[in-house]
């Protein structure tokens, strides 16, 4: 089982992707940067939020409504509070589009497929990731995808894992969750699932770590 963001997919070094096109030169560098810093470490914007809002960053992975409503006020404590530039780069950040698979993903997907184990993705996301599967043409070997906005479920609740395994048809106990936050992917141990934990990194940069942790597991 994979985690997706980070994991299986991720996107190219840098965020210039965010501010080209409509919204090219409308937002000063200085917003830009703050908005990138956002993303990357927003534990300091979330301190500064009222209850409500840190209410719906809690719970930002449950629904599209409460993912918008918590990057909202991200990015309005990093200084973007012009609606459309919002709308725009808020959904760049959600369009299959803009995830690209790591180098390893195929080959890594194909090993287990071809040894006839099954494949599952588990993802705390508020879109249809399978979009991005199927115009990769991956999408044939993955059996399963459990997503947190389907589910009504994030990691790192154990439920969330045993519902993906249960979907599987596996146990917990014969299951290897894949991904790179040692938090939110690292809770599957608390259901019974073992754990290997992957560095992550822009595509084109990150090392073969998937192959790396399937070897690792006897895979």
Not at 131 to 155: I, N, P, T, W
Request: hydrophobic residues 40%; charged residues 25%; glycine residues 8%.
């Amino acid at each position: 089982m994979f985690d997706f963001s980070g994991t299986l997919f991720g996107r190219p070094c840098g965020y210039s992707w965010l501010f080209e096109g409509e919204v090219a030169g409308v937002l000063a560098d200085e917003t830009q940067r703050a908005v990138v810093g956002a993303l990357r470490s927003p534990a300091r914007y979330v301190a500064s939020m009222n209850n409500l809002e840190r209410d719906d960053w809690l719970h930002r992975d449950l629904s599209d409504e409460r993912n918008r409503k918590a990057y909202c006020a991200l990015f309005r404590l990093a200084g973007l509070t012009d609606e459309r530039t919002f709308a725009v780069i808020f959904d760049r950040l959600g369009k299959a589009q803009f995830w690209i698979p790591y180098d390893d993903t195929p080959p890594a997907l194909e090993r287990l497929h071809r040894s006839g184990l099954p494949i599952g993705v588990l993802s705390n996301i508020t879109w249809d990731i399978r979009e991005a599967f199927v115009r990769e043409g991956l999408d044939s070997m993955v059996e399963s995808y459990v997503l947190s906005y389907e589910v009504a479920r994030c990691k790192p609740d154990p439920e969330i894992f045993r519902i993906a395994c249960a979907r599987l048809g596996v146990l917990p106990q014969r299951c290897l969750l894949v991904g790179d936050d040692t938090v939110s992917d690292g809770a599957a141990v608390r259901a019974g699932l073992s754990f290997a934990h992957v560095v992550t990194g822009p595509v084109g940069e990150r090392p073969p770590v998937l192959l790396r942790a399937l070897a690792e597991n006897g895979l």
